[in-house]
């Protein structure tokens, strides 16, 4: 049973912070050059970007094919984030995102194999192949959507962190949403309650630059994201989204944070995505050299090859088996994902909330 002391509401008054000060107090360190992963993570890292990656690429062809309908937008260029995050968290740690969602789900450990079989609507999909590209949940690897509506997963990220504190489990929930998100109503209700009852929640704010077609200096008044929080004296950090060991060092800090009771911190990470907004994007907003600069001199896993081949942490084979592997991986996770039967006609009338 739950004290009644550990409820929220019942927590100590908050102590006031000026909002020049919330900024976080080692944000110093962020400006400084990212420490080593070391070795076995630094190849862990590669791996992980490089599923993501050969995943999303995968799903992109086969949409193409019209093996997979409905929405479908591709996370490529931005694997650095959510891989970096889920290596400062600990199991029990809760994940939840907006509609650009694969990445994350690889990243939490979810099995390749079901979310393609969701994208192709087959009943061994996550969702029983019911609610596609943006609606899968695994409560087992603690990722709870995938949620098509622009922001509602803030309020309930709030929520899941709400819970932790409630029953005092000393898991953090990170909950992601895109730039355009970060001009949603419902955010600004959601930080208000965070920082009141500090709870232990990470909104990364994950700034590619564009909301649909719309880019962020012609939706936002304030686009340095990382100072959304000032005002609920909730501090934030700008990161490189791109670099894996900055995006790990930052989150480490910000869930130390959150664990240690001081309640949310949000981390901007400064990314891009290098496909369209969606599978139906015409890409009139932004022309191809601008996509082509960031990916020939930022890309996220390019700097981790590079970095592993330089250190001599890993020859050139073993980095192409490393490709081989894992291509072979989202290979079969497309061979199952169309030969499995579709949900039966029956289906329909199940999971449906009257
Ligand atoms: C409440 C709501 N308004 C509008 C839309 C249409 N819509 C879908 S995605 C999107 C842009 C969101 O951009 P951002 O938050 O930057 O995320 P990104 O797609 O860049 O990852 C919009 C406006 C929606 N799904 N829900
Ligand atoms: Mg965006």
């Known amino acids: 049973m739950l004290a009644k002391k550990q409820k929220p509401d019942s927590a100590p008054a908050p102590k006031s912070r000026a ?9 110093a360190a962020a400006s400084d050059t990212p420490s080593d992963l070391g070795k076995d ?11 993501i990656r050969r995943f999303e690429e995968k799903a992109g062809q086969m949409y193409g ?11 490529i260029g931005q694997e650095a984030v959510v891989v970096g995050m889920q290596l400062a968290t600990k199991p029990g740690d809760q994940v939840i995102t907006g509609y650009r969602d694969h990445g994350h789900m690889l990243a939490c450990g979810m099995d390749p194999k079901g979310v393609m079989a969701e994208l192709t609507g087959r009943r061994s999909g996550y969702s029983k192949g019911k609610g596609g590209s943006m609606h899968m949940f695994s409560v087992e690897k603690n990722f709870y959507g995938g949620h098509g509506i ?7 990220g709030t929520g899941l962190a709400f819970a932790n504190r409630y029953r005092q489990n000393g898991n953090v929930c ?3 949403f895109g730039d355009g998100a970060a001009n949603q109503g419902q955010v600004y209700e959601s930080f208000n309650m965070a920082e009141l009852w500090k709870l232990p929640v990470v909104y990364v704010i994950e700034n590619n630059r564009y909301a649909m077609g719309t880019a962020v200096t012609r939706a936002s008044a304030q686009t340095d994201f990382s100072r959304r929080g000032l005002s609920f004296n909730i501090p934030g950090e700008q990161v490189d989204g791109m670099d894996v060991r900055a995006v790990k060092a930052a989150g480490e800090r910000a869930v130390q944070w959150c664990r240690d009771g001081k309640g949310p911190m949000i981390l901007e990470m400064m990314t891009y995505r290098y496909r369209g907004h969606s599978m139906s994007d015409p890409a009139k907003y932004r022309t191809r050299e601008e996509v082509e600069k960031v990916r020939t001199e930022h890309d996220p896993i390019e700097q981790v090859r590079l970095r592993l081949l330089a250190t001599k942490r890993a020859s ?7 490709d081989a592997d894992v291509r072979k991986t989202v290979n079969e996770a497309a061979e199952f994902a169309t030969h ?6 029956s ?6 909330v009257r």
Do not use: N
């Open 19 to 27: 909002a020049t000060d919330a900024v976080h107090p080692s944000s």
């Open 41 to 51: 993570l630094e190849l862990q890292a590669y791996r992980d970007m490089l599923m």
């Open 65 to 75: 094919m019209g093996l997979i309908g409905g929405f479908c937008h591709l996370y």
């Open 150 to 156: 622009v922001g509602a997963q803030v309020s309930l």
């Open 174 to 176: 990170l909950t992601y």
């Open 316 to 322: 050139e084979d073993q980095l192409k088996r490393t």
């Open 340 to 345: 499995e039967p579709e949900p039966d006609p």
């Open 347 to 352: 289906e329909l009338w199940t999971d449906v």
